[in-house]
């Protein structure tokens, strides 16, 4: 991340780039730019250091003594983890904690961030706000966030998405795939997109953040010595629970099935007015593309390479298909 004067004032600046698009940040805090530097280096995003054109994506992050005022004729909602976001379509706000988003569409997508005080190291609250700015960003552009742990199959390269909200088992299950040798996509967080009638499936975050006690409240990060795949055509979806006893059960769903899964773990696919409609058409096509499955799961996955070889059975089976989506 550069380091610039701008008005006698310290700022920073940096470019990034993801899947075709150029992303601006900026802030005016230096403490809060080293915070936004180490974040943004967990996640999938490739550093531009000599950009040639100018950003798709600006996002400034402020801490001020007072968050901005949101318009009062906005409709507003609440939203999961505490948060109430508040749009008209065009304009898109979301107040979390101690934290304000802005987003506006325009030529460009230009999303203001405001913490009323410096977040401490380690607090969800950065990353959760950061993840939204962006995310939010990338939606106006064709790229929608899916909770969601990736891995893939070795020898047919078709993607396995572990989908379902935290403390569900997707990086624990995820984690057993990739020490049986498949690469990975993420653990934790997807980017789709559409390209030549097929859902393509790429990662977000790039560490895994597995937890080693139910009891405690912090998790292991580590990035695995497997090898990470940019992105990957999912032909399996795994809507994943824990059932606390020794076997696992896994029964197949319906399409439709499969999109009411989709739409519960994807909320901003009707939140988000402006884009829900692509983002709903993109969900429809994965629900089309690649078999679900409700999988109830059990601690036979923990056993050495088991859940390697029951999956590729899964995925090998002849009632498995993939179809286009045009």
């Known amino acids: ?44 995003l490739s550093l531009v250091s000599s950009p040639q054109r100018s950003p798709d ?17 906005l409709n507003h909602f609440e939203i999961a983890e505490g948060g109430r976001c508040y749009t008209d379509g065009a304009d898109l706000y979301l107040a979390l904690g101690n934290a304000v988003v802005h987003l506006k569409s325009g030529s460009s997508v230009t999303v203001s961030v405001w913490f009323e005080e410096l977040p401490e190291r380690g607090d969800p609250l950065l990353a959760r706000v950061g993840s939204f700015a962006v995310c939010a960003a990338l939606r106006r552009y064709g790229l929608f966030d899916l909770h969601s742990a990736g891995v893939v199959e070795p020898e047919s390269d078709s993607a396995v998405l572990i989908v379902g909200p935290s403390g569900s088992g997707k990086s624990t299950l995820a984690l057993q795939l990739v020490n049986s040798g498949w690469p990975y996509l993420s653990d934790d967080e997807l980017l789709l997109s559409v390209a030549d009638g097929f859902v393509e499936a790429r990662g977000f975050r790039s560490f ?5 006690d139910k009891n405690e409240p912090f998790k292991y990060c580590f990035e695995p010595d497997t090898p990470r795949t940019e992105k990957a055509v999912p032909r399996c979806l795994l809507f994943t629970r824990l059932n606390e006893s020794e076997n696992s059960n896994l029964q197949k769903l319906t399409q439709a099935e499969t999109m009411t899964r989709l739409l519960r773990a994807c909320p901003w696919a009707t939140y988000d007015t402006s884009i829900a409609g692509a983002n709903l058409g993109l969900l429809s096509c994965l629900a089309r593309q690649a078999i679900g499955f409700d999988l109830s799961a059990g601690r036979d996955l923990l056993e050495p390479r088991h859940a390697g070889l ?12 993939v179809s286009f989506c045009g």
């Open 208 to 212: 895994f953040a597995v937890g080693t």
């Open 57 to 73: 994506i600006r996002i400034s992050f402020h801490c001020a003594q007072s968050l901005p005022d949101i318009p009062s004729h």
């Open 1 to 44: 991340m550069e380091v610039i004067k701008v008005f006698d004032r310290p700022a920073s600046r940096a470019f990034y780039s993801v899947a075709g698009r150029l992303l601006f940040i900026q802030s005016f805090n230096l403490e809060l730019c080293n915070l936004l530097e180490q974040l943004f280096a967990g996640w999938q």
């Open 310 to 321: 029951w999956l590729k059975d899964v995925l090998f089976s002849p009632n498995l298909f």
